[in-house]
């Protein structure tokens, strides 16, 4: 096949997929927006059962934390956050596969500093900056009057 | 309809909040746990800060099932704790107030962990 160099450039930019970040970024919209949908759909179900609003967000939470830890076991969320990227990375669906996946991992180096301890490798700066956060947050409004 | 108004709203307001996420991973060096820590610690400030809570009232489960909604919960129970409780609330009221998320990710992750083989990375 003859062709110009420029001929061949604009082959090539046809042929080639759109560019990663707009594929990264609606791909991050659309898992990361139909994981809070199911949520919201969750949390609906169990106010029309007759849970208080502030009820059903925490059990919301803990069903979403313990699909997502049981999707990790099964080797399903890894494979959904392959293409998901922060989509299955921000919620806490996200967090729960976190705590729960090197869990798995490392469980062979012992169940005490392998399966328990690697369970905090990235759950614990979370828990750490977020709890420092919220008692510096408190101090503030408790010095202040702001509560 | 108004079911549907609310899932779409959770979707869209959701899928917004991890797609800024998404360009964090893209254009800069930060690590899936800093971007989660920074979640969080982003939460309790615009908890704190009252913006929050109106995007919760807004989009539902869409601000609250992201981490930023996390860190809202640990702003939102410190400040309920200290009304009860006082300057003992400072200390209580965030772990308090994330202990249901927490405790089912600590607990179901070991009884999976126990019980499923690990998958070979390929």
Redo the contacts between chains.
Sequence with gaps: MNMTPEEYNELTKQSSPRS??IK??????????????L??????AYQSAGMTEEVS??????T???LS??L????VY?KIAKFG???T????????N???SP???F??EGLVLG??AK?F???G???V???C???V???I??LFGL? | MTILIALLKAFLVGGLICAIGQIFIDYTKLTPARILTGYVVAGVILGGGGLYPKIVEFAGAGATVPLLGFGNTLAKGVREAIQEEGLLGVLTGGLGATAAGIAAAVFFSLIIALIFKPKSKS
Excluded: H, R, W
């Design positions: 990663p970040f990264d970024f609606l791909m991050a919209f659309a898992i990361g927006g139909l994981i809070c949908a949520g919201q759909a969750i949390m609906m967000g925490s059990v919301t939470s803990v979403l934390v313990f830890i049981l990790t076991g099964f080797n890894p990227g922060a989509g990375l921000v919620p806490i669906t996200g967090f729960a976190a705590v729960a869990a798995l991992e469980k062979s399966l328990a369970m490798v990235i759950a700066p979370v828990i900056y977020g709890t956060a919220s008692i947050y408190g101090l409004i408790y509560y």
